[in-house]
């Protein structure tokens, strides 16, 4: 017997690993998340610049808040390795499934967009991808030397997954020089069983501080979600064991639930405890700290990158 599955009139859902899950609470969000819909002349020129060249964008994938201040400037985040990831965390709204294969072309199109949109900072990040034996790393090299050879000017961020159990994958990206390497280690240890569970804290911890040995001078940074249900103490502790991993710079900001089969917000963190949790984070001894209801990893990328290396420069 045949079975034949209507995928044209019944497409794949973009999460089906939370198909079958009951809808979580959602709660209304407070004024100071709201943002105005993108609607500038600047946000359809980045929109069609990515369609022409083919490219994936983490502002679209994942549903940023800040897409339209973003694009309106013509600062977009790449996301390279295609648009379906290998993970399922409970908090990402990038469609999740088996991946195709790697676009060999893609690190030239990368670096054509950025030439095209004149950046001078670069955010380059991507989906997981479990079914490669480096994870993408060389991919993600060849992305950086790309844009190095058609943009020498221009600096560059990568934003990676893990590389767990890729032995010799991390070397691979630090290897090519990016300015800022980025890992997010996304929330407290507590919470990834439900909110991270293929991925592991303290090797994402040993990542970045693994960059640190290869690179002592490259910048490093990683970013926390708050309103997760974790407590204040947990932050606090995460911001102590990115310091002693050497992480120059950290970001913090509000959980926001893509749609009611994500992970829910447990709460609405004012913009006051930001203010409180960045004063810590800088007694702590990062040299630059986000923190805000609508900061994101790249969200003024480039700007915080100047005042990066002009803390750095003032510490020497």
């Not at 069609?48 to 083919?54: C, E, P, Q, T």
């Amino acid at each position: 017997m045949a079975v034949v599955i209507n995928l044209i009139n019944n497409p794949r859902p973009r999460h089906p690993e939370k198909a079958h899950k009951p809808d979580s609470a959602a709660q209304k969000k407070p004024d100071w998340i709201r943002v105005k819909a993108p609607v500038s002349p600047g946000y359809f020129v980045t929109q069609k610049l990515m369609r022409d060249n083919g490219l994936h964008t983490v502002c679209e994938e994942a549903g940023c808040p800040n897409i339209g201040e973003c694009w309106e400037k013509k600062h977009a985040t790449f996301m390279i390795m295609g648009d379906t990831c290998t993970r399922a965390c409970s908090f990402c709204n990038v469609k999740t499934g088996l991946p195709g294969a790697l676009d060999p072309s893609e690190p030239e199109r990368v670096a054509d967009a950025t030439a095209k949109l004149g950046l001078a900072h670069i955010v380059v990040t991507s989906v997981d991808r479990d079914d490669l034996a480096d994870g993408g790393a060389k991919h993600f090299a060849d992305t950086i030397r790309a844009i190095r050879t058609r943009c020498p000017q221009t600096t560059i961020e990568v934003l990676t997954p893990d590389f767990l159990r890729k032995d010799g994958a991390l070397d691979l990206v630090v290897e090519a020089r990016p300015d800022v390497f980025n890992h997010n280690l996304e929330t407290v240890p507590s919470l990834y069983v439900t909110v991270r569970p293929g991925a592991r804290y303290f090797h994402s911890l040993r990542l970045l501080q693994r960059v640190k040995e290869l690179d002592p001078a490259m910048f490093t940074k990683s970013g926390i979600m708050v309103g997760l249900g974790e407590e204040r103490n947990e932050v606090l502790q995460v911001m102590d064991d990115l310091r002693s991993a050497g992480v120059d710079f950290l970001t913090v900001g509000q959980y926001l639930q893509p749609t009611r089969k994500h992970h829910e917000v447990k709460r609405f963190v004012p913009p006051g405890e930001f203010k409180a949790l960045e004063t810590i984070a800088y007694s702590k001894g990062f040299l630059m700290v986000a923190a805000s209801p609508l900061t994101r990893s790249s969200h003024h990328a480039g700007e915080d990158f100047a005042r990066l290396r002009a803390a750095r420069a003032g510490t020497l």
